[in-house]
Nanobody, 124 residues
Framework: QVQLVESGGGLVQAGGSLRISCAASGRTFSTNAMAWFRQAPGKEREFVAAVRWNAGDTDYLASVKDRFSISRDNTKKTMYLQMNNLEPEDTAVYYC?????????????????WGQGTQVTVSP
């Protein structure tokens, strides 16, 4: 079992930066693939980025690939999403998620554990 808690969301102007974190508890964090998803009002939840258990493999949504960076510190049981050059279109609730396996995925149904979400708002 893995429990996830996001933090670090907030309000930022377009072009600004923000780093959000996901703290995990549970014995198997170090071997779980993890990801960030986001959901804007009136839209479906979408994949943002994922990282393999050893941080050796990452995947990004095309629209964020050159602006966002996903990382994890297994010693701290924490995953991060560094977001630079933010755009109003990035406004959403950001969720972290963990799989029971090591392989990353873009499909939300593959993730067994979810946090409660953290709001990121980007003003024009």
């Amino acid at each position: 079992q893995v429990q996830l808690v996001e933090s670090g969301g907030g309000l930022v102007q377009a072009g600004g930066s923000l780093r959000i974190s996901c703290a995990a508890s549970g014995r198997t964090f170090s071997t779980n693939a993890m990801a960030w998803f986001r959901q804007a009002p009136g839209k479906e939840r979408e994949f943002v980025a994922a990282v393999r258990w050893n941080a050796g493999d990452t995947d990004y949504l095309a629209s964020v690939k050159d602006r966002f960076s996903i990382s994890r510190d297994n010693t701290k049981k924490t995953m991060y999403l560094q977001m630079n050059n933010l755009e109003p279109e990035d406004t959403a609730v950001y969720y972290c998620a963990a799989r029971r396996t090591v392989a990353i995925s873009r499909y939300s149904g593959d993730y067994a554990y979810w946090g409660q979400g953290t709001q990121v708002t980007v003003s024009p």
